[in-house]
């Protein structure tokens, strides 16, 4: 079994930055962020792999950076321009193995 924990959500106004991180209880082979506004489904932020491939949304490129520390097991998403839209719990995800792991989530609040 695989935890995941997830930090640094918060209140920030239209236009801030908020950084997320999600260590891991072991290595993963893919890691990356995962949001679901209210009555919306869950849907793909951003995943890197442990060599450092990545890939974004359409919705958050060029705003949002992820990146991840496979010594520490440990991914992060650095959020800028943040807009009210990004609104949303944000999850992590680990993928190895097969098998998908999720933490519990952390709400981002994007406003004036």
């Known amino acids: 079994q695989v935890q995941l924990v997830e930090s640094g959500g918060g209140l920030v106004q239209p236009g801030g930055s908020l950084n997320l991180s999600c260590a891991a209880s072991?290595?993963?082979?893919?890691m990356g962020w995962y949001r679901q506004a209210p009555g919306k489904q869950r849907d793909l932020v951003a995943t890197i792999t442990s060599l450092g491939s990545t890939n974004y949304a359409d919705s958050v490129k060029g705003r949002f950076t992820i990146s991840r520390d496979n010594a520490k097991s440990t991914v992060y998403l650095q959020m800028n321009s943040l807009k009210p839209e990004d609104t949303a719990v944000y999850y992590c995800?680990?993928?190895?193995?097969?098998?998908?792991?999720w933490g519990k989530g952390t709400l981002v609040t994007v406003s004036s």
């Open positions: 995800n680990g993928f190895h193995g097969g098998v998908s792991y």
């Open positions: 072991r290595s993963i082979f893919r």
